[in-house]
T-cell receptor
Framework: AQRVTQPEKLLSVFKGAPVELKCNYS??????LFWYVQYSRQRLQLLLR??SRESIKGFTADLNKGETSFHLKKPFAQEEDSAMYYC????????????FGKGTTLSVSS | EPEVTQTPSHQVTQMGQEVILRCVPI?????FYWYRQILGQKVEFLVS????????KSEIFDDQFSVERPDGSNFTLKIRSTKLEDSAMYFC???????????FGPGTRLTVT
């Protein structure tokens, strides 16, 4: 079965603290993984995807096939990082469906 | 920057009624999608559409649902006979091609009473 698990519903950190949002997946084959973000009153938008290996807004994510994980990390959280974060994989029969996790709300306070 | 738009932002309907949710994808995009999110639950894939036909659909997308691209710009989701459990946020998305980034619209909140 294709599944994405985000174990934390809410993660609260102080400004400047490191952040790690956890994501585990279940997928047979080579998955393509994404992090989407939804800021307050805004639409879902792509933050990063594992094949691009970019760092966006200071966030990075490494695909660990052995642990079937794709955790999102940032060394120093900023207040503007507060948002809902969704991990997703590209799945389905034709590979067009995004399979989402339940999301983690990140709250960064000063 | 081009964006996916959706109308209406909120739709209230009675159980058993038909609803049509509308989306205008980004103009040069070829793949179109519908997702839904029931309150407190995860975003779920419903259907993808390419070249005027369904590319892929989930188990949720049963006979009460249909999609259409009636003209060169709109992409619609029709729910034939709404049920209470259809109450959700419905998101439209589009992408340039099959494995490209999916751009999401702001969503339509459907409330079935």
């Amino acid at each position: 079965a294709q599944r994405v698990t985000q174990p934390e519903k809410l993660l609260s950190v102080f400004k400047g603290a490191p952040v790690e949002l956890k994501c585990n997946y279940s997928y047979s084959g080579s998955p393509e993984l994404f992090w989407y973000v939804q800021y307050s009153r805004q639409r879902l938008q792509l933050l990063l995807r594992h094949i691009s290996r970019e760092s966006i807004k200071g966030f990075t994510a490494d695909l660990n096939k052995g642990e079937t994980s794709f955790h999102l990390k940032k060394p120093f959280a900023q207040e503007e990082d507060s948002a809902m974060y969704y991990c997703a994989l590209s799945g389905g029969q034709a590979g067009t469906a995004l399979i989402f996790g339940k999301g983690t709300t990140l709250s960064v306070s000063s | 920057e081009p964006e996916v738009t959706q109308t209406p932002s909120h739709q209230v309907t009675q159980m058993g009624q038909e609803v049509i949710l509308r989306c205008v994808p980004i103009s040069n995009h070829l793949y179109f999608y519908w997702y839904r999110q029931i309150l407190g639950q995860k975003v779920e894939f419903l259907v993808s559409f390419y070249n005027n036909e369904i590319s892929e659909k989930s188990e949720i997308f049963d006979d009460q649902f249909s999609v259409e691209r009636p003209d060169g710009s709109n992409f619609t989701l029709k729910i034939r006979s709404t049920k209470l459990e259809d109450s959700a946020m419905y998101f439209c998305a589009s992408s340039e091609d099959r494995y490209y980034e999916q751009y999401f619209g702001p969503g339509t909140r459907l409330t079935v009473t």
